[in-house]
């Protein structure tokens, strides 16, 4: 079955260190997205992409990049972890498609920075 | 710009008993509605979603939800609960940007709790 996945699902990092969490899918979607969940906040968008060398500003992208290589992967990186990038977060993709076009989800990654 | 709110941080409901968790939305134009169910330590799971059509959309588990135009609504709704919906539910609305499909605005979350 066509999956999306994360890894790591829990990381412990220092203030300062680059931090790369990795997605990849099998869905051969086109379209894949990274959300961080934080309470009270619900999901916001950090980055996106719409395909391979695409990759655009979310809502919340100051300290973070992303890069798309190939269709399946989109590595999300904190250049310099800070404290307020605690958070879970979650990888998602979708079909090249219009507005109705529903997110398929990873199981996230807990990362701590201490 | 647009918006999506969750009015309930949590909701409490006796098993057996209809539950509703409210949702309202702020978009120009027409509306692209989802709803996400979040199981403890697990990814988001797709519930529903309306596009257009018949204002009462039926999901996943049992659950619907009820698009309301005049009051910029989209309640969940699921007619007898079960322990195990006991969960953290989402409400979305997608970017109205053409062929940006999948680009969600989420509210914050409620927290359903569903006792024996």
């Known amino acids: 079955d066509a999956e999306i996945t994360q890894s790591p699902r829990h990381k412990i990092t220092e203030t300062g260190r680059q931090v790369t969490l990795a997605c990849h899918q099998t869905?051969?979607?086109?379209?894949m997205f990274w959300y961080r969940q934080d309470l009270g906040h619900g999901l916001r968008l950090i980055h996106y992409?719409?395909?391979?060398?695409?990759?655009n500003k979310g809502e919340v992208s100051d300290g973070y990049s992303v890069s798309r290589s190939n269709t399946e992967d989109l590595p999300l990186t904190l250049e310099s972890a800070a404290s307020s990038q605690t958070s879970v977060y979650f990888c998602?993709?979708?079909?090249?498609?219009?507005?109705?076009?529903?997110?398929?989800f990873g199981q996230g990654t807990r990362l701590t920075v201490v | 710009a647009q918006s999506v709110a969750q009015p309930e941080d949590q909701v409490n409901v006796a098993e057996g008993n209809p539950l509703t968790v409210k949702c309202t939305y702020s978009v120009s134009g027409n509306p692209y509605l989802f709803w996400y169910v979040q199981y403890p330590n697990r990814g988001l799971q797709f519930l529903l979603k309306?596009?257009?059509?018949?204002?009462l959309v039926k999901g996943s588990y049992g659950f619907e939800a009820e698009f309301n135009k005049s009051q910029t609504s989209f309640h969940l709704k699921k007619p007898s609960a079960l322990v195990s919906d006991s969960a953290l539910y989402f409400c979305?609305?997608?970017?109205?940007?053409?062929?940006?499909?999948?680009?969600?605005?989420f509210g914050q979350g409620t927290e359903l709790s569903v006792k024996p």
């Open positions: 992409s719409y395909g391979v060398h695409d990759t």
């Open positions: 998602a993709s979708s079909e090249l498609g219009g507005l109705g076009t529903e997110a398929f």
């Open positions: 869905w051969n979607h086109n379209n």
């Open positions: 309306y596009i257009t059509g018949d204002n």
């Open positions: 979305a609305v997608s970017t109205m940007i053409y062929n940006q499909g999948g680009k969600l605005i």
